[in-house]
Structure formats: structure tokens, C-alpha cells
């Protein structure tokens, strides 16, 4: 079973989606996350009728409490000292997302250019938003209006839209 | 993996700098790591390579990411010691300022990151200083140093609405709002490879932070610029010779004798009178505080002394007089954190993918969605096509126009 650690870009996408269980469920395997990750994610935008917008907190502790997302942390030397090498280029969560990653086998999910670039750099599978709702949406047979209003919770609430360089960009054009 | 700032000399630096502004001693900071004095100086110095497990422990415990322990650059500057250096010994509210302190601190050393990051070469300051007077008026010096300093700028005698703006990008002054105690204007430093570094009370109303920064500005210009200084709302007893200056400067720099004499006098040829209203909206244009804009008329004779004294007295409130007289706020009321350029910076790296989200939420102080928002607003443009329509546009930063 595949194990892939989420960083807080993905998982502010996702949890935007307000279809936070359903998605990784459907798409299968276990999901992970390191606290430092939890801690950055921390709000999501919500427009009013009258286009004010607002901060709605994000709470994840349902999530994790039910099992939906474990939390993980470096658990060895090896691991620590990737790490610490890694935080001279990354923030704290991504560094150590990516650290556990190498050292576990495990994929990362990131949307972040940079940390695309070093995960290839040592040979970490890289996973993004666009792949995993398309994942999500293939292997749970969901219809285009479904998609089309969860990637449009995305772009509203989590403010992310894909470049055109992200892999399945066309897929995401599609329905937004 | 091996990069620049494996440095251990300036792993140390930070180590040492970052003890110093959570205010712990080497032995405290052994003590929490489990090892001895001398270690932890050997490490600080560099002569000892920290492990993993013992910067995370160090990282954590004087609040700091590892990130911002190890990252690439040069020694942080030195700002903690010499700022603290000069808090006046009997004042109160000293863990909030030291705090701010430290954010100054940060902040320059975040800007030489990121122009670092970029390439881009620092902008020096461009004011040139002048010697205090010996004998005759400080402030009749001041007003003439002010007048030459609009005219280099080009302002003429109008108001200064963006007063931030021009600072940072006429002066290549670094400008940073910051939550400091009530009772504190502001503090500035010079930085070496930086240049001028000012924080502003954002606490403050928005006419404060002028004449604030307008003092700093002041304090640029004068002496003084290469010594730390902290500016307190109320100094008691005389102050010193350039503190008065940089006040009179300020002052003369926002509301321009010749410009506040032609307007004065083109009210009072209007109307044949000077009433509060007019004093209201004359503060509104030249967007300082009321007390600012009438203890300026009384020191250039054109109300009598002690009017402030009256208007105080008849507990003449100034928000709520402009809003009797529907007086529209004039200027810039935002209170970003940071200077313009700096923020275009971390968004051009990010956008070069030479930083990543995580590290760009850092260096702006926001969390990831409100950060997205910043990009978004940085990088897109709207305008309106040939039919009509509003269009929006996202501009690349590393598109050149030479080579198109």
C-alpha cells in the first residue's frame, strides 16, 4: 500500500475541498503528515455574497483523531540529519516532510516548485493537487459537475490554481 | 547536500544571536542542551560543528525554525546588542520592545537574503548628512535642510501623501512596521550592506507613523545616521541637539513653510477668517495629526500661541470633526509589515522557484492562503481589451523585455 506524506500546500488544497475524507479515501493508501505542516495550515479564505472575505480556520484534528492522516516525525539519525541538511533550502515542515520521505520510501505531495525540484533531486516521487483529484475522481467514477465545484473550492477557498508546467494542467482546465 | 551555510562559523553567529535575544546566558543554553559551557561556545564560535539533533534542540528552545538557523548568507547583523544598548535604563515595557528588536533584527537579515536570493544589488541610502549648527536657530536650520531635501525629491511645497513610498524608493531608506510598546515612535539602525533601517510603531494612527517616520528621516540626514536610536513619544527634559533637530525636520519636511503660508493665506483672502473647519481640512490635506498641523501655524505666527491649548481644552476631537465635515482619508493607510521592494523581492524568488511557499510565507509574515493572495496581486494585472471586456493578466517577473 502506497504511503505518501502531504505538505501544507496539498493539504490546505485539499482540505478546501471539504471533501478531505472522501478524497484520500477514495484515492487509497495512507496518507501522512508532519506537524510542523499541520501548524502552517492555518486558514482558509471564504467570500461573503457581497465579496467580503474572511478567514475560516482550519481544523484537522477530526482528520487525525479518526485516522484519516497520521502524524509522523523523524524517528532516526539518518532521518534527523537529512533534515537539518535539507532546512538550509526548505522551510522546517517541507524539509522534514521530504526527509522522512527519502528515507521511508515514501512519496511527497507537494505543489511547491522548489521542493518538486529537491525531492527529484534525491529521488523522491513527487505527487500534486491536480494528479491526486484526478486520481480521486477517476478511481471513484465522480461527474464533471462534482469536479467542477470541488476545484473551484480549491481556487476559492485555498487561493491555488495550477501553472500550465503542472502535470495534468489540461485535466484541471478542463473543468474550471 | 552540502551547502554554503554548513558554514559552522555562521551556524554559531546565528546560534549566539539567537540566544542573545531570547536573553539566555552560555550557561543556560548548555544547560538546556546537556552539555558544557565550553562546548556551546565552541559551537557558537564555530570551532565545533553542531549535530542535527543538538540544533534542533538549540532551534527550538530560543524559538526559531531550523531553517533560519542554517539557511545560506552571511552573519547576521548585529543589530540586538546595539539597539538594546541604548533603551533608556528606567523604561517599563522592556520584554516588548526587545522583542521588537529582535524583529528588526530579522527583518534586515531577511531583506540581505532575499536580495542575496535575487542577485539584486542593495540600494544605498541617497541623503546626503549634514553637520549640526553650532550656534543660530536648530530650527530654522532644520527647516532650511528640509527645503533642500524637497527640492532635490522634486516635491515643491506640496503634501507628501506617500511619504513611505518616496523614502524607500528616493532614499533607498528600508522601512518596516512593527508592533512596538505605546509609549515608542520608533527605532532605527544602520545596517552594513543594507543601509538606513527604520521601525515604525504600526500601532499608531496613521498620521503618527508619518511624523514618525518623517523624524527617522530626519535622523538619516543628520550625524547621528550611523548610531542605533530609539524615539519615545514623551522624552523628559530637554533633549539633545539632534533629536530636536530630527524633530523640527520632520515637521518642516510634512508641512512645508512656504506651501502652509500660501495656503493659510489663500483661506483667509477667501473668507476673511481662519476657523476650525479650515484648520481641519488643512491638517487633511497636508494628512498630519490636528495637534501636529496647529502646533505648526503657531510656530510659523499665523494662529496664536497657546491655540492647541484652547482646542484641547474645548475637547475638540479630530476624527469625528472630519467626519462632520466629510473629510475623505488622504494617502496611504496600510501597514505592511515590510517595504514594497521587499515584498516584490520574495515574490520574484518564489516565483523563480528560488524559495518555496513555506519559505515565502516566512519572510512575509502571513500564513500560505493570505500568501497566495500576495502573489496573485503582485504578479497579475488587469486591463480592459478592445471589446470592452476587464481582463486579467499574470506577468512573469523573469520574462525579460530585452531579449523579447
Known amino acids: 500500500m502506497s504511503e505518501t506524506i502531504l505538505d501544507a500546500c496539498c493539504l490546505i488544497n485539499l482540505y478546501a475541498t471539504d471533501a478531505f475524507r472522501e478524497i484520500l479515501g477514495g484515492i487509497g493508501g495512507s496518507w501522512n503528515v508532519v506537524r510542523p505542516a499541520l501548524a ?32 509522523v516525525d523523524a524517528k532516526s539519525d539518518a532521518e534527523l540529519g537529512t533534515f537539518v541538511e535539507l532546512a538550509a533550502q526548505l522551510d522546517d515542515a517541507e524539509a522534514l516532510g521530504l526527509a522522512i520521505a527519502k528515507h521511508r520510501g515514501w512519496r511527497l505531495a507537494t505543489d511547491d516548485r522548489k521542493a518538486c525540484r529537491i525531492a527529484r533531486s534525491i529521488d523522491v516521487g513527487v505527487v500534486t493537487t491536480p494528479e491526486l483529484m484526478k486520481a480521486w475522481a477517476k478511481a471513484v467514477g465522480v461527474g464533471p459537475a462534482q469536479i467542477r465545484a470541488t476545484l473551484s473550492k480549491i481556487t476559492l477557498h485555498a487561493r491555488f490554481t495550477p501553472g ?5 494542467f489540461k485535466w484541471w482546465q478542463k473543468y474550471t | 547536500m552540502q551547502t554554503e551555510e554548513s558554514d559552522p562559523r555562521v551556524i554559531g553567529k546565528r546560534l549566539a544571536e539567537a540566544r542573545k535575544a531570547r536573553g539566555l546566558t552560555q550557561e543556560q543554553a548548555a544547560e538546556h542542551l546537556g552539555c558544557s559551557r565550553p562546548t556551546l561556545i565552541a559551537i557558537e564560535k564555530g570551532d565545533r560543528q553542531a549535530k542535527a539533533e543538538e540544533l534542533a534542540k538549540l532551534a527550538s528552545h530560543y524559538g526559531r525554525s531550523i531553517h533560519e538557523i542554517v539557511r545560506p548568507g552571511a ?4 543589530l540586538v546588542p546595539h539597539l538594546r544598548a541604548v533603551v533608556e535604563p528606567t523604561f517599563a515595557a522592556r520584554e516588548e520592545l526587545n522583542d521588537a528588536i529582535g524583529e528588526l533584527q530579522r527583518f534586515a537579515d531577511d531583506y540581505r537574503e532575499l536580495e542575496r536570493i535575487i542577485g539584486a544589488k542593495p540600494v544605498g541610502v541617497h541623503a546626503p548628512t549634514v553637520l549640526l549648527p553650532k550656534r543660530g536657530s536648530l530650527k530654522d536650520f532644520a527647516e532650511d535642510v528640509a527645503t533642500r531635501e524637497r527640492e532635490r525629491l522634486g516635491l515643491g511645497t506640496q503634501p507628501v501623501l506617500h511619504l513611505r513610498r518616496v523614502l524607500e524608493s528616493e532614499l533607498g531608506l528600508r522601512v518596516f512596521y512593527w508592533n512596538l ?3 515608542v515612535a520608533g527605532m532605527f539602525a544602520n545596517v552594513a550592506d543594507l543601509g538606513f533601517c527604520i521601525l515604525i510603531n504600526r500601532k499608531h494612527p496613521a498620521e503618527r507613523r508619518r511624523a514618525t517616520l518623517a523624524h527617522e528621516y530626519g535622523h538619516a540626514v543628520s550625524p547621528d545616521r550611523h548610531k542605533p536610536g530609539i524615539d519615545y513619544l514623551d522624552g523628559n527634559g530637554r533633549k539633545p541637539q539632534n533629536e530636536r533637530f530630527a ?3 520632520g515637521l518642516s519636511f510634512l508641512m512645508p513653510a512656504r506651501g502652509v503660508r500660501r495656503k493659510f493665506h489663500e483661506i483667509t483672502a477667501s473668507t476673511g477668517d481662519f476657523q476650525v473647519a479650515d484648520l481641519c481640512r488643512l491638517s487633511n490635506y497636508y494628512f498630519v ?3 501636529a498641523m496647529t502646533l505648526r501655524l503657531e510656530e510659523l505666527g499665523l494662529v496664536g500661541r497657546g491655540t492647541w491649548d484652547m482646542l484641547k481644552e474645548k475637547k475638540l476631537r479630530a476624527r469625528a470633526a472630519a467626519k462632520e465635515l466629510g473629510l475623505q482619508p488622504r494617502g496611504t493607510r496600510t501597514t505592511d509589515p515590510y517595504p514594497e521592494r521587499y515584498k516584490y523581492l520574495a515574490v520574484q524568488a518564489f516565483q523563480m522557484g528560488r524559495i518555496s511557499e513555506g519559505q515565502l510565507c516566512r519572510f512575509l509574515r502571513s500564513d500560505r492562503v493570505t500568501v497566495r493572495g500576495i502573489v496573485a496581486q503582485c504578479t497579475s494585472h488587469r ?12 506577468l512573469l517577473f523573469e520574462d525579460s523585455l530585452l531579449q523579447h
Do not use: K, Y
Request: net charge negative.
Open chain 1, 164 to 168: 500550465p508546467d503542472f502535470p495534468e
Open chain 2, 289 to 291: 495629526a490636528l495637534q
Open chain 1, 40 to 71: 502552517e495550515a492555518t486558514f482558509l479564505r471564504d467570500v461573503s455574497d457581497t465579496g467580503e472575505e474572511q478567514r475560516r480556520q482550519i481544523d484537522l484534528s477530526t482528520g487525525v483523531s479518526e485516522g484519516v492522516v497520521s502524524i
Open chain 2, 247 to 249: 524633530e523640527a525636520f
Open chain 2, 75 to 78: 552573519q547576521p547583523v548585529a
Open chain 2, 383 to 394: 486591463f480592459v481589451d478592445e471589446g470592452g471586456e476587464v481582463r486579467e493578466q499574470c
Open chain 2, 181 to 183: 510598546p505605546s509609549s
